[in-house]
């Protein structure tokens, strides 16, 4: 039975109405039981889990609130979770990622991570691995290159990033004190940014 939220009416009385009023306190409890641990038990008012259906546009939030939704995302293609700050502000999704050797991953800080492997000669440019399906860098805090040339043990290797330009080119110089002329360095890359 639907539950009906006029019930009882002043006029009513109890004995006709009780019935209504028991399929009335019946739906509640099942709707509660949902996602909660049920109010006849410890631990009552708490969450089992949440389940958030995907929305299909951001919702609206005002001063001194924040949303958290699952919204399909451009990226992955798949649902994700969302953060929409107060005021309606900015849109930041916490949960996109593509994990691999080479990837990304947004915090829910709205910081974008990007990793991976590449290798320069000398004096070279990098392009960050681009395309639909990975996020730009509007902006970049912090790159880390390290050395790792499987296919050699020399430790007289060096990278080091000299510019970066966005979306995601970085210019990069590897040198080996070892051999004369520009050196070729395999190296591992994680960028910070937004």
């Not at 259906?53 to 924040?66: D, K, L, S, V, Y």
């Amino acid at each position: 039975m639907a539950y009906q939220q006029n019930i009882p009416q002043p006029t009513d009385k109890i004995k006709d109405s009780q019935n209504d009023i028991l399929n009335n306190f019946q739906g509640i409890k099942t709707a509660w039981d949902i996602n909660h641990v049920t109010f006849d038990l410890g631990d009552q008012g708490k969450h089992k889990h949440v389940t958030l259906p995907e929305q299909g546009a951001a919702p609206a939030t005002a001063a001194n609130e924040i949303a958290m939704y699952s919204k399909q995302s451009t990226l992955t293609g798949a649902s994700e979770l969302f953060i929409r700050r107060e005021s309606s502000g900015n849109e930041l999704e916490a949960t996109g990622a593509s994990l691999g050797a080479i990837g990304w991953s947004y915090l829910p800080s709205g910081l974008l991570i990007k990793w991976g492997v590449s290798s320069c000669t000398g004096d070279d440019t990098f392009v960050l691995p681009a395309g639909a399906g990975i996020p730009d860098f509007t902006a970049i805090y912090s790159i880390q290159l390290t050395v790792a040339d499987a296919l050699t043990t020399d430790i007289d290797q060096a990278i080091r990033a000299t510019a970066f330009t966005l979306p995601g080119t970085i210019r990069v110089y590897a040198s080996n004190r070892s051999t004369t002329g520009p050196a070729t360095v395999g190296f591992e890359y994680l960028l910070i940014g937004i």
